[in-house]
């Protein structure tokens, strides 16, 4: 079926530097691709998010780029801080089934990100 | 402020004692969907709505059941629940179901059926 993979799985960095998260998908029709950011004992909150007619996007420490070519996207953290430790997840808009007027989000299976003092 | 409201946020309970999960969004979105999510799965969908009266099933609706008869609210029902519906819920809504915008979530609700 359709998914989005998601990598690493954990990461941890050095205050200061940057973090990487990727994310591939399936469906070539995807319009729509969210990060969200979840703390601990909260639901996801949505950081940044891209539309297929973009190819990056950029806000303060936090950007997105996207390659439809190779359906993948990845979430670019710069000048990391502890308070950037948490539960990121990618999600892609995907047809609910091949051929399916209706979109849902598909989420990755999220990557834990700590930031070291 | 624009929120979207679960309860209750702990649940401890045994088998096959039906309970709810009351969800309730201000923003006035048509759409809302429930999420379980397990270590290592990620978020699975359980049921969505695309507006009042209209619902279907996600990924994973074994066991759950919604209603959806007013626009704000959009309870799970668990008739009679079991262990491996043990999971930290979510609600969530979006202006609209097409799949192309923001979703909302909850804090979560975490279950444990013993």
């Known amino acids: 079926g359709e998914n989005v993979e998601q990598h690493p799985s954990t990461l941890s960095v050095q205050e200061g530097d940057s973090a990487v998260i990727k994310c591939t998908y399936s469906?070539?029709?995807?319009?729509?691709f969210p990060w969200y950011k979840q703390e601990l004992g909260k639901g996801p909150q949505l950081i940044i998010d891209?539309?297929?007619?973009?190819g990056e996007k950029k806000d303060q420490r936090i950007a997105v780029t996207l390659n439809k070519t190779a359906k993948h996207f990845s979430l670019h953290i710069t000048e990391t801080q502890p308070e950037d430790s948490a539960v990121y997840f990618c999600a892609a808009s995907m047809r609910r089934y091949s051929g399916a007027g209706s979109y849902q989000l598909t989420f990755g299976k999220g990557t834990k990100l700590s930031v070291i003092p | 402020e624009a929120q979207v409201t679960q309860n209750p946020r702990y649940l401890i309970t045994v088998t096959g004692k039906k309970l709810t999960v009351t969800c309730s969004q201000n923003m006035n979105h048509e759409y809302m969907s429930w999420y379980r999510q397990d270590p290592g799965l990620g978020l699975r969908q359980i049921y969505y709505?695309?507006?009042?009266?209209?619902?279907d099933k996600g990924d994973v609706p074994e066991g759950y059941k919604v209603s959806r008869k007013e626009k704000r609210n959009f309870p799970l029902i668990l008739e009679s629940p079991s262990p491996n519906q043990t999971s930290l819920y979510f609600c969530?809504?979006?202006?609209?179901?097409?799949?192309?915008?923001?979703?909302?979530f909850g804090d979560g609700t975490r279950l444990s059926i013993l």
């Open positions: 969530a809504s979006s202006l609209s179901g097409e799949g192309n915008q923001p979703q909302h």
């Open positions: 469906d070539s029709a995807s319009n729509y």
């Open positions: 891209i539309r297929s007619n973009v």
């Open positions: 709505s695309m507006n009042v009266e209209v619902t």
